[in-house]
């Protein structure tokens, strides 16, 4: 690792080999934040936001106590959120008749009345379902990731946040597509329904029928069997990680330059709103404060402008970001790598062999 595969490069992984051992207790903490916040919006307002939001604002280590405390209020407030979820989901797709996905066939005024449509209508059922039940488990797996915060900040913290986000944003991915698919399904079948109300041969709406559903499910197959689809989740979770260590921990090659003039009470104040409200809007306003102060260090100017020569894409600003943090005097830069010393090969575990001690067991469910 050198300065310039920091600045410029999008393996998060080998980024953070480079600086592990010299990271602090709160930059571990609010890179296991940052990472949660992928799945802000599964949520509900209250305990599941606010132990995120404890996560980025404390004191860290935190208590054990206190730890204890809030791992409690999250196991308590799961099945609700869960319940919530699942019923907000049934909203979405209640046209597609979710409870109808048990049905083998249609139910009919007479026995030997043919139904053309109904494949479609099944086939929509059985996706309505499993949206539902896939957004309740995307939900699990979240919290997983909120109850993983409070394992006390370090490497494994970390990497127990990023597996059970990886898995919440794939089984995310898949309950939106199932839910698409039923929709899809749904319109498919009254379609077919109204073309072949007055048609005399129905059995052959009826194979119409029976050949969308089969293009459908064989599309999602394929998708679900691309051989790249892990690649790129993986190189999409180690340019997220490289965009995180940035903001929170800064250049290591290069420390910044900070004058105690600068920090003005006009400075400070605005770096203390922009920190609590996330206003991340209001960095090039805090830029203008910190140039009437005359700050003259270009890497901070930069950085809240969003005009960094190295940058691809536009800064994503969390909560730790370096620039606020050296403003409030909590910037911990980790400096060089002692010389000689070498590089400790770091743990990377997997989403499988996690043991949280998680309180909701999903047993042997199959999805139809």
Not at 43 to 72: C, I, K, M, N, Q
Not at 200 to 227: C, F, H, M, Q, T
Not at 347 to 352: G, L, N, V, Y
Request: some cysteine; hydrophobic content about 40%; aromatic content about 6%.
């Amino acid at each position: 690792m050198n300065e310039a595969k920091w600045l410029t490069g999008a393996d998060g992984e080998a980024m953070l080999d480079h600086v592990a051992d010299r990271l602090s207790p709160r930059q571990w903490a609010l890179l296991a934040a940052a990472h949660t916040r992928k799945l802000w919006d599964l949520f509900p307002a209250g305990v599941l936001r606010d132990a995120v939001e404890f996560a980025e604002r404390a004191d860290h280590p935190v208590p054990e106590a206190d730890r204890s405390d809030w791992v409690r209020r999250v196991d308590a407030a799961l099945p609700a959120a869960v319940g919530a979820a699942g019923l907000a989901q049934r909203e979405i797709v209640r046209s597609c008749d979710p409870d109808a996905a048990d049905l083998d066939a249609p139910v009919l005024s007479r026995p030997n009345q043919v139904a053309p449509a109904f494949p479609l209508f099944q086939a929509a059922s059985r996706s309505s379902r499993n949206s539902i039940e896939w957004t309740e488990a995307a939900l699990t797996e979240a919290v997983r990731a909120v109850r993983a915060l409070f394992a006390g900040p370090g490497e494994e913290m970390l990497e127990s946040v990023r597996a059970a986000v990886d898995e919440a944003s794939g089984t995310r991915t898949n309950a939106n597509r199932a839910a698409n698919n039923a929709l899809r399904l749904k319109a498919k079948g009254d379609e077919v329904a109204d073309q072949a109300a007055g048609a005399k041969n129905k059995r052959l709406y009826e194979s119409i029928a029976v050949e969308e559903v089969r293009k459908i499910e064989e599309g999602n197959r394929e998708r679900g069997g691309d051989p790249d689809a892990d690649d790129r989740r993986d190189r999409a979770a180690r340019k997220l990680l490289a965009g995180h260590l940035r903001e929170i921990v800064g250049n290591p090659f290069a420390a910044p330059r900070f004058e105690p003039g600068w920090r003005t009470d006009t400075v400070v104040q605005l770096a203390r709103g922009i920190y609590a409200d996330r206003a991340w809007d209001r960095m090039p306003i805090l830029a203008d404060a910190l140039l009437d102060a005359d700050c003259d260090e270009e890497a901070v100017l930069r950085h809240l402008r969003g005009t960094e020569k190295h940058a691809a894409e536009p800064v994503a600003h969390v909560r730790g970001c370096w620039v606020i943090e050296l403003i409030l005097g909590r910037y911990e830069p980790p400096g060089p790598p002692k010389p000689g010393e070498k590089k400790r090969p770091r743990r990377r575990s997997r989403f499988d062999d996690l043991d949280l001690g998680f309180p909701l067991d999903l047993g042997d469910d199959r999805l139809a």
